[in-house]
């Protein structure tokens, strides 16, 4: 696959030719090292292909899928058509399929906190989150891989992800497990029962570190499912798909923000946005970046525990940005591991035991010069209230959890007044 290549971050490793399913490095938990395969493109690749309101369509030459596609004969037009039937079939599940979401500024927002405020609007997006674009990129691959019934599909999530893997897999009529916490809400579990997936709840194990739900996916894993999930550790592929979400932002041709706010479970969206402009960069649809922050919750911050720890290693050892990041991808166990309590907030889609794509979003945060905060419940709560007041939008808690992080990195300063802030608002309120 000329310009085009699978590579893990933390060892080197890649898929051998003709790998069925190159989600995981082969590496991956034989060491202390952080495993993450990535999707490396060559100079030459056009990511923007033109107008057309599907982003899987009009960005379709950053997804691995299409490269496959093309390694194994298929044309440029009949990689379009496949997308557009499998997008009529989502259509059919879902009520509509993928389209560009809204990005703009919020004039009464704006005017409320004394800064210029965009927001990327996923609330009407396929299963009502951004969630299904990252799988996305993982189905058209399958599609285009697979001759025959392919393994069943599984996924642990407490609500948007599931939801996204149940319409897309009753789409492509895959049998799909969903590994979900007794807390899940019962219209979630309603609807995932109504898609045909299979349910499995999992209760926390006296002494078990760790999410259940996790460890049981990784049960059906090693039992021969295929991973399909939005966590990059798990299926690196997971991250093409959410690519689509900046490339929209950009191809709006709205003038450079200053500053971007995402709020972190997994950490596969942070991680989405870091790799998405660096591409853009590179690919001449943007000259600049901004400056990308990462917001989590008191009932569980990881990521930030990591970024603290490797700012003291920092300051210890003397060593620069980029050696204490090395050290710490190559000692995962050091600095990132499950939060010790059982977490809790009204932002329960963004309380992963661990950061799972840490690294990435570390390094993005380093390159581009921001940093990571924790927003407390009154915090969140507030976000949810101006943001349904000033836009309309029924963004639920975990959706407006970057405007959260963006009200205390303003209140601390880090934020300047007047400075041009994007926020996300990934998920809506059921």
């Not at 190159?22 to 034989?30: D, I, L, V, Y």
């Not at 897999?169 to 497990?177: D, G, K, P």
């Not at 970057?402 to 990195?409: C, H, M, N, R, V």
């Amino acid at each position: 696959m000329r310009g085009s290549r699978l590579v893990c971050s933390g060892c080197g490793w890649e898929p051998p030719a003709g790998a069925a399913y190159p989600f995981r490095c082969a590496r991956s938990g034989s060491d202390d090292r952080d495993h993450v395969l990535v999707h490396r493109l060559g100079a030459d690749a056009v990511l923007d292909r033109g107008d057309d309101d599907n982003p899987f369509v009009r960005y379709r030459e950053c997804l691995y899928a299409w490269h496959a596609a093309r390694a194994r004969g298929m044309s440029d037009a009949a990689f379009v058509d496949l997308v557009t039937r499998i997008n009529e079939r989502i259509a059919a599940v879902d009520g509509h399929g993928f389209r560009v979401t809204p990005f703009g500024r919020i004039e009464a927002l704006s005017d409320y906190l004394g800064l210029n405020v965009w927001v990327k609007d996923e609330t009407g997006n396929v299963a009502g989150s951004h969630k299904a674009r990252h799988l996305m990129g993982i189905l058209l691959y399958l599609a285009v891989t697979e001759r025959g019934d392919g393994p069943p599909l599984a996924i642990a999530s407490c609500g948007n992800a599931a939801l996204a893997a149940a319409v897309l897999a009753r789409a492509a009529s895959r049998a799909l497990q969903v590994f979900v916490p007794p807390s899940a809400e019962p219209a979630v579990l309603e609807r995932l029962h109504a898609l045909g997936a299979t349910v499995v709840s999992c209760p926390r194990v006296p002494g078990e570190r760790g999410d259940p739900c996790v460890h049981r996916f990784h049960e059906a894993l090693r039992a021969g499912a295929l991973a399909f999930c939005c966590q990059g550790n798990e299926n690196g592929l997971a991250i093409d798909g959410g690519e689509t979400l900046v490339y929209e932002m950009l191809g709006t041709g709205a003038p450079p923000l200053d500053d971007l706010v995402v709020q972190v479970g997994g950490g596969a969206l942070a991680s989405t946005c870091m790799q998405a402009y660096a591409r853009a960069v590179a690919a001449g649809l943007t000259a600049s970046v901004p400056r990308v922050h990462t917001v989590q919750t008191r009932g569980a911050s990881p990521l930030q525990r990591a970024w603290t720890l490797v700012q003291e290693r920092r300051a210890s050892t003397g060593a620069s940005a980029e050696d204490a990041l090395r050290y710490a991808a190559a000692h995962r166990s050091s600095f990132m591991w499950p939060w010790e309590q059982v977490p809790h907030s009204i932002a329960e889609g963004i309380l992963d035991d661990e950061t799972y794509d840490w690294v990435v979003v570390l390094q993005g945060m380093t390159a581009t010069k921001g940093t990571t905060v924790v927003a407390n419940e009154e915090t969140l709560k507030e976000a949810n209230r101006l943001a349904r007041e000033t836009t309309g939008i029924a963004v639920s808690h975990t959706g407006s959890a970057g405007l959260a992080g963006l009200l205390q990195l303003h209140r601390d300063g880090v934020i300047a007044t007047g400075a041009r802030v994007g926020v996300l608002f990934t998920g809506v309120q059921r």
